[in-house]
């Protein structure tokens, strides 16, 4: 029987954990965090042991796997007053990692630094909770690098009509006593300074236990580093020469990690480079980088509707969707995630496909919009969701245990929820005429 070892206790390793037990796992399975109580100091491979200090006490634990769990490591931008001379965060200074809900407050305002997915989903979740909260970013809009002028300007929209007031263009050079300098002299009060910088893969004990580090822990097929008893997952993992980005591939690896673990013959294939921001605020979604918005021999296809908060960009070869911007369209967000993974050509109707209408199938595929996801992180399909809630899943919370809808980025738990409420007034009013 496999006795399995998993060092980390982040989102990546619990999602790990409770996969292996739903894939069938039969094994011993142990996991040792990495909080401030418990210290792992080395990983001995030839005797198949982690060594670790835990409250203080030296304490070995053996393994016939080992899984290295590791999150990455939040960047701490180079501003006086948010490290003391040890190196440590000042008062009021976090620095949440991936966690975008579990910021602790010092006070009642909060200024949050940083211009990617998790300084929006970071400073949309503060206000949500009546802070007094200031989003400051470099550029002149959040995610303007990924979404471009127009889409990044009516997220900064929604995101003040929200309670957060978006500061672009202005960078911070001085944090003092319950303030927060800016480089054009505007001291903000800031009881609260959360750093939302980006991260850095935390490679230490896997470099230390002597594994293949490169831009991070490197990983094959079957996420095993270059010790085939010893597997890698999270963010700070590197599979074909790329770094893992973001929580939604350490969930994937995760996923994949659990089966394999399981017993089942599987491989890990990471999906195409996609965001889809974990908030209320709005509904973005990104498919390719940004660099495939602009690659020669691309036709562009975009549409802006301010009033009813709507945009899309669509980079196209062959009439296949290589890149994408998507805002305050859900149902496109599915149906063009779901094109551009299987490599199918847009519908004809593409005005409804862009405006959120039932798209007609697509070409040469006989494939339409019934299967297009609801979930993208797991996959999961109206049709899919319709059988669970038949079957007895009458919740989000059914669901997700049933389907794993949901338990991804979260991005689609309103329309998880909104289909949970047609499906109930359907039933209902088939049980009004069958009386």
């Known amino acids: 029987m496999s006795n399995v070892l998993v060092v980390g206790d982040g989102p990546a390793a619990q999602r790990l954990v409770d996969r292996m037990w739903h894939h069938g796992f039969e094994g011993a399975l142990t996991v040792l965090g990495t909080g401030p109580a418990t210290v792992v100091t080395a990983v001995d491979r030839e005797r198949h042991r982690v060594l670790a ?39 009021g200074v976090v620095a949440p990692g991936q966690a975008a809900g579990t910021v602790p407050l010092t006070g009642e305002t909060a200024v949050v630094l940083g211009e990617g997915p998790l300084a929006v989903e970071t400073a949309a979740s503060l206000a949500a909770r009546g802070v007094g909260t200031t989003l400051v970013c470099a550029p002149p809009h959040p995610l303007y690098a990924r979404l471009g002028e127009t889409c990044s300007g009516m997220l900064s929209e929604r995101l003040e009509r929200a309670g957060v007031t978006v500061l672009g263009g202005r960078t911070a050079v001085d944090r003092l006593p319950g303030r927060l300098r800016l480089d054009d002299g505007t001291a903000l009060r800031a009881d609260t300074v959360v750093l939302c910088a980006g ?3 935390d490679t230490r004990l ?25 597997h890698a997952i999270g963010d700070s993992t590197a599979y074909d020469g790329r770094l893992a980005d973001g929580p939604n591939v350490a969930w994937e690896q995760a996923e994949a990690l ?15 480079s996609a965001l889809r921001l974990r908030t209320d605020v709005a509904d973005v979604a990104t498919i390719g980088s ?9 036709r562009q296809i975009s549409l802006t509707d301010r009033a009813n908060w709507r945009y899309v960009r669509l980079a196209l070869r062959d009439e296949r969707v290589v890149a994408a911007v998507l805002f305050g369209l859900p149902q496109a967000i599915a149906t063009i995630g779901l094109l551009y993974r299987r490599g199918q050509r847009l519908p004809s109707d593409r005005l409804g496909l862009l405006l959120d209408l039932p798209p007609g199938p697509a070409s040469g595929s006989a494939t339409g919009d019934k299967n297009a996801p609801v979930c993208l992180c797991g996959n999961v399909c109206e049709q899919t969701l319709l059988k669970a809630w038949r079957a007895g899943s009458r919740t989000v919370t059914a ?25 109930a007034r359907a039933s209902r009013q088939e049980m009004e005429k069958a009386s």
């Open 53 to 91: 200090h835990v409250n203080g006490a030296p304490t070995t634990y053996s393994y016939d796997t080992l899984v290295l769990a590791a999150e990455a490591l939040p960047l701490i931008p180079d501003i006086p007053g948010l490290v003391d001379p040890e190196g440590r965060l000042t008062g």
């Open 199 to 201: 991260t850095a893969p």
């Open 206 to 230: 896997a470099r230390a236990s002597g594994l293949d580090v490169r831009v991070g822990t490197v990983v094959d097929d079957r996420l095993r580093t270059s010790d085939p008893h010893v």
């Open 258 to 272: 659990a089966e394999i673990l399981a017993g089942h013959a599987v491989t890990y294939r990471p999906r195409p």
């Open 290 to 298: 940004p660099a495939d918005l602009h690659r020669p021999g691309t």
């Open 399 to 423: 669901l997700a245990k049933s389907t794993r809808a949901t338990t991804g980025c979260g991005g689609c738990t309103g329309s998880v929820e909104e289909l949970c409420r047609v499906w």
